[in-house]
Nanobody
Framework: QVQLVESGGGLVQAGSSLRLSCAAS????????MGWYRQAPGKEREMVAA???????VYGDSVKGRFTISGIDAKNTMTLQMSSLKPEDTAVYSC???????????WGQGTQVTVSS
């Protein structure tokens, strides 16, 4: 079983930066990919960014050029650096991870990011 612990959410002003981290833990785990998804009130969940254990990355169109995902390090930690934040980035951000066989999928509890105008 894999546990995902997120940190770094909060309330910031538009134009600010914020960093989210997600740490995966468990017995003899092997993480193949990690990513961030977000869901704003009344909207569908969307993929923000994802990274594989090999370092390949993918970003949602709305965050390209503003957000940077990094990891997955030896401690199975992944970080999302968010810059030039906009009010429309306000959402609950959830960490997601796949095992190395891409067979099992895990979710964190979510962390609130609020960007004021």
């Amino acid at each position: 079983q894999v546990q995902l612990v997120e940190s770094g959410g909060g309330l910031v002003q538009a134009g600010s930066s914020l960093r989210l981290s997600c740490a995966a833990s468990g017995d003899a785990i092997c993480i193949g990919a990690m990513g961030w998804y977000r869901q704003a009130p009344g909207k569908e969940r969307e993929m923000v960014a994802a990274i594989t254990s090999g370092g390949s990355t993918v970003y949602g169109d709305s965050v390209k050029g503003r957000f940077t995902i990094s990891g997955i390090d030896a401690k199975n930690t992944m970080t999302l650096q968010m810059s030039s934040l906009k009010p429309e980035d306000t959402a609950v951000y959830s960490c997601n991870a796949y095992d190395c066989n891409m067979e099992f999928n895990y979710w964190g509890q979510g962390t609130q990011v609020t960007v004021s105008s």
